[in-house]
């Protein structure tokens, strides 16, 4: 058997989901389980209706989202019945409640997966095919009560493997399960790909596909660099430090069930559906090599001088303990003798001032905004002889602000200005890959 799971743009319109039953079907020797997102833009409508107040909620939102999958049936042939249910559900819910709890913003936003796999499999099955929507939770998709962010618990895994129908072609939901007291949830925006892992590792799958709409991962981002490639194998650990480092092909969690259970993952194009694409593997065949370049913005550095930091007692434990205090993470933390240099991002951290004003206490504080991590990726990359010496005097022509020591031999970066940093990409792109 086969996963593919088929994002938001994938099943955005009426031509992309002709597109993917096409893809299907030529996949069904395999047994195939589709994992389908909800048409794209559908979640941001469900969770903007879910904000609105009561009052205001119906009309013109609901309208919107209404037509907009009505046109996708009546253009696909299709009886509008299949999704009626769902409709109705919803608008029943949008009425009834007067303040929104997570709980609340989690049943709504779980129609949007709901109406996809009924209308992707009433499509599929209009042409013959033998497809069937499942909720994920009828299959046994069961997490606990964190609503938005809920974990899918252990027994989903034994539980998918006894009631996955093995008959037909099941298109199941993807970032939606239900608690054990059996209140619907979701698992983090973008969380159908860790569906699609789980449903896979869960019945011991030959191969995750993850349908998208990019050839695969790319040796950079290619509205950066226009002569970036396509990476034919990656090991999971490249791809994951790919996916920290800025380019998120990938929900964060979606490959680690195919990891642990040793499961390719297959990234491909629903736009270009006879390409290799990227396969993730655990062993790939490269030696030490570049992968992949790549950067991240909102980097941010807090700077800590103090010329007696050496003399202090217990450094470390008190920044850690400061950082706590205020929930604020850092990606690195780096002392040496009077100085703290504190790398952390903007958009996992968004309020750094209560920290900063803390850590005035331990000496002067300079916070530097607005700088962007550049990194190489590469098995090994860290252990090629001269490579980050071959990677600054690529850039030698813009301030490098600081270069990072981090322990993993699969990336070496260093941070510059926002504004150099797409620039840095390119000059990396065409040292290690001549263009
Ligand atoms: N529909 C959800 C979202 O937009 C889940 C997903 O697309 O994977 O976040
Ligand atoms: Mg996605």
Known sequence: ???????????????????????VRKSRGKNPAVVVSALGGTTDMLIKIAKLSPKKRHEAEMQKLREKHLKVIRELGIRESVISGELEGLERLTRMVNSLTPKISDHIASFGERMSARIVAGYMSSIGMKAKAFDAYEIGMVTDSNFGFAD?????????????????????????GKDRRGEITTIGRGGSDYTASIIGAAIGAEEIQIWTNVNGIMSADPRIVKSAHNIRDMSYEEESELEFLG???LHLKGIIPAVENKITVRILNTLNPGQRGTVITQNIDAGRRVASITHKEKMCIINIYNPGLLFEKNVSGSLSEALQRHKVSAEIISISKSNVMILLNEIQNKDISGVAKELKGMGSVEIKHRLAKVSIVGKSVAAIPGISQRMLSAVRSMPVEATLCSGSKTSQSFIVKERDAKGAVRLLHKEFFGA
């Open 1 to 23: 058997m086969i996963v593919m799971k088929f994002g938001g743009s994938s099943v955005a319109d009426s031509a992309r989901i002709r597109n993917v039953a096409d893809i």
């Open 152 to 176: 899918v618990l252990p027994e989903t895994y034994s539980n998918v493997k006894r009631s996955l129908p093995r008959n037909c072609i099941p298109v199941i939901t993807g970032f939606i």
């Open 247 to 249: 380019s998120p092909t």
